[in-house]
């Protein structure tokens, strides 16, 4: 009864609403007006772009209260009649509040706008911090990766076991975990992936995601679950501690992988743990931390996504509850796979020698 009155109201207030009406607000949600929008943003200028992704470009803007704010522009069209349907979209995006989540403080709607008003986050993303730095900028500290690895999983647990319905982000990385004055981790651009997907069908088959951060099983079918998210993360962890991209072309220049993650299991193999650790930090770290941090993002992006531990037990890990136990499972099933993969090869060897000394028996003179 609560939902039904929830979309009745909401309906209402889509009906009733006009071109300027910036005053029109539902919940905490302003229905802002494009002059306002304008205005804050000083026409969209190219001053105050904070940033470019895939859903479009993010300008700073001041409201006329004096509030900074960060406006997303949406880029991509939509087809008539899906009005009231992006409102809903993003009022249950609004509806996601949590500490460790980015806050949605209104949107604004024309026929060719369509803008997202966000709070602005003072610290910029955990990606400027690390590859875009100012040289008049401290780099990110080893206790501040940890809280940002623990907030940041705070917020995608939220958003999978605490939302109704789940959202699911389908782009978890460095440059969408944002800073706010005391760098607490916020989870930005969650929900925009289904948000930009309302003209197709309920199940989404296209792929929203950045090369080195999409899970296989994504990648190769176009459907996403939370187990999407974990591997998402995982890989974001290991932009925490390395500072270095998930998909970097210029390490073919020196012979390595393209991918961080099969770089970081390569360094594992060979022990080269002082090469995996960002050089910013200068060697002021905690190593057995650091080592733990590596567990749980290799938990993470493990190959079969029913592999990969929910958000909520990532968080518990990082809390130091159960990390050691499934890390020994990890390793178990590990070993395992190894000599499987071992044996396998070495049936085939014999299969194939065999057939090669038949054929050469078959050969000989008679």
């Known amino acids: 009864m609560l939902m039904f009155y929830f979309e009745i109201l909401f309906y209402s207030v889509y009906i009733s609403s006009a071109e300027d009406d910036s005053e029109l607000k539902l919940g905490q949600l302003k229905r802002f007006s494009l002059r306002e929008i304008q205005v804050a943003t000083d026409g969209f200028s190219n001053k105050n772009?904070?940033?470019r992704g895939g859903f479009g470009k993010v300008y700073k803007g001041r409201l006329a209260d004096g509030k900074l704010v960060a406006v997303k522009r949406l880029k991509e069209e939509r087809t008539s009649g899906g009005e009231l349907q992006f409102q809903t979209e993003v009022k249950i995006i609004s509806m996601a509040v949590h500490r460790n989540l980015l806050g949605l403080c209104g949107f604004?709607?024309?026929v060719?706008?369509?803008?997202?008003?966000?709070?602005?986050?003072?610290?910029g993303s955990?990606?400027?911090?690390?590859?875009?730095?100012?040289?008049?900028?401290p780099p990110l500290d080893?206790?501040?990766?940890?809280?940002?690895?623990?907030?940041?999983?705070?917020?995608?647990?939220?958003?999978?076991?605490?939302?109704?319905?789940?959202?699911?982000h389908r782009d978890v990385k460095a440059a969408n975990i944002l800073l706010d004055e005391e760098f607490e981790a916020v989870v930005g651009d969650f929900g925009l992936a289904k948000l930009m997907d309302y003209k197709?069908?309920?199940?989404?088959?296209a792929v929203h995601g950045t090369v080195g951060h999409i899970a296989p099983e994504y990648l190769s079918t176009g459907r996403s679950s939370e187990k999407t998210d974990v591997f998402g993360y995982g890989i974001m962890l290991l932009e925490l501690i390395t500072g270095q991209r998930a998909f970097d072309l210029a390490m073919l220049a020196n012979d390595e992988d393209v991918m961080l993650l099969d770089r970081v299991k390569e360094y594992l193999r060979e022990k080269k743990f002082d090469v995996l650790v960002d050089k910013d930090l200068q060697n002021d770290y905690d190593g057995t931390e650091v080592e733990e941090l590596i567990q749980v993002a290799l938990l993470c992006t493990q190959g079969t996504p029913v592999d990969r531990p929910k958000m909520s037990e990532v968080v518990k890990m990082l809390?130091?509850?159960?990390?050691?136990?499934?890390?020994?499972?990890?390793?178990?099933?590990?070993?395992?796979?190894?000599?499987?993969?071992?044996?396998?090869s070495l049936q085939n060897f014999e299969t194939y020698?065999?057939?090669?000394?038949?054929?050469m028996h078959l050969s000989c003179p008679r």
Request: proline share 2%; with cysteine.
């Open 353 to 359: 020698f065999t057939d090669d000394l038949s054929n």
């Open 319 to 344: 809390e130091g509850d159960g990390l050691a136990e499934r890390w020994g499972q990890w390793q178990t099933a590990e070993v395992n796979r190894h000599n499987e993969l071992e044996l396998a």
């Open 112 to 123: 060719t706008e369509k803008l997202l008003v966000y709070k602005y986050m003072a610290n």
């Open 200 to 205: 197709d069908t309920h199940v989404t088959t």
């Open 142 to 168: 080893w206790p501040t990766r940890k809280k940002i690895a623990l907030g940041s999983a705070r917020g995608l647990s939220y958003l999978h076991e605490h939302c109704d319905p789940k959202i699911i």
């Open 108 to 110: 604004c709607t024309t």
């Open 126 to 137: 955990v990606a400027s911090r690390l590859r875009e730095r100012q040289s008049s900028l």
């Open 49 to 51: 772009i904070l940033g």
